[in-house]
């Protein structure tokens, strides 16, 4: 049986890589695309899902969410991701129109209408899921599990502390980590970990599809504004971090990755920590386990399935609607 899931996004250049990723794994019964304001506008954001959405040939309602984090100003992230989202790289114009209902409304309807409890995949801000939670709470219930992008345990790629995901709704990732919904956190502990290297991006680029040519642009783009972090990782400046695709892999291959449970909360109010999460690995704090974080990927079986994706999706561009 296929998993049911939702994938929550903000379009966004990895977040494109991981949708991609999520068409072309049938394990994945995709029930519906909601956009978060995160790395570009709401407005754009949702633009982008739907252009990608449509060059890729899926047939999946796409709602858009909520134009502004819960209790702040939006912050975007032009200069990672361009002034589009995604970077220079022009899709064509979507051939379907956004939904008619609200991310909020329908993440309610079809998480509360599926038989089985669905998995939801948040690779941007928790916006949508957060006041999810606060306007129906029951659906807490129907959901598996969060398969979570965002975060870090060591170090955060927005301030000293906070990674962008989290450090944009601290608010509505609080409500979420609070929630009792089961959480997987792909932070960047272990997304720093999921890069695509110099040569990797040798071998995306000789596969010479027009696809593969797009996606090369869009990562070399992105790599532009890669910045030294607490990781002191070789080839920071060349490597391309595949932070979205985490959280969709996790789904469906588990065991490439190794993580721990832990006590996970989030800082709110810090002066320099705000959007931090702290992951209780001392178990210092008198509170239950909440997050399972993951810290470990196996690199090249992880590259390699990405690099599959990529020669399968080709197959979707080609007219095959995914079997839906
Ligand atoms: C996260 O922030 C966004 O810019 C990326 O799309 C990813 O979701 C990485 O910190
Ligand atoms: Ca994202």
């Keep these: 049986m296929r998993i049911p899931v939702i994938i929550d996004c903000d379009p966004g250049i990895d977040d494109v890589m991981a949708l991609l990723f ?40 796409v709602a858009r969410g909520l134009e502004q984090p819960l209790f702040q100003e939006l912050e975007v992230a032009e ?62 219930a129907k959901i598996r599990y969060i ?13 000293p502390t906070a990674e962008f995901n989290v450090y944009v709704d601290p608010h509505a990732a609080d409500i979420v980590f609070r929630s009792g919904v089961p959480i997987v956190m792909s932070g960047l502990d272990v997304t720093h970990k999921a890069f695509l290297d110099e040569s990797d991006l040798k071998e995306i680029e000789e596969i010479g599809t027009e696809l593969s040519d797009r996606l090369v642009e869009l990562m070399k783009f992105y790599r532009r504004a890669a910045k030294q972090t607490a990781f002191h990782e070789e080839g920071f400046a060349t490597n391309i971090r595949l932070h979205d695709l985490c959280a969709v892999a996790y789904v469906v291959e588990p065991n490439l990755f ?40 196996k690199r090249k079986e992880f590259v390699d399935r990405f690099i599959e994706a990529i020669q399968k999706a080709e197959q979707l561009i080609k007219g095959g609607k995914r079997d839906v």
């Design 147 to 159: 398969s979570f992008m965002g975060g870090a345990a060591v170090g955060g790629n927005m301030t």
């Design 258 to 297: 190794q993580g721990d449970d832990c006590y996970v909360a989030i800082e709110t109010e810090g002066k320099l920590t705000k959007g931090t999460t702290v992951v209780d690995y001392t178990q210092s704090l008198p509170y239950p386990k909440n997050v399972h974080v993951l810290h470990t990927v």
């Design 79 to 140: 200069d990672v991701h361009g002034e589009s989202g995604l970077g220079d790289v022009i899709f064509p114009e979507p051939d379907f129109e956004e939904s008619s209902r609200s991310a909020i409304q329908a993440l309610y309807e079809r998480i509360t209408k599926s038989p089985e409890p669905v998995v939801l995949i948040a690779t941007g801000p928790l916006t949508n899921i957060g006041a999810l939670f606060l306007a129906h709470p029951e659906v807490k």
């Design 22 to 61: 999520a068409f072309v794994r049938t394990e994945l019964d995709i029930l519906l695309i909601t956009t978060e304001a995160g790395n570009q506008t709401q407005a754009k954001t949702t633009y982008n899902a739907r252009s990608f959405l449509s060059y890729m040939n899926q047939e999946i309602e």
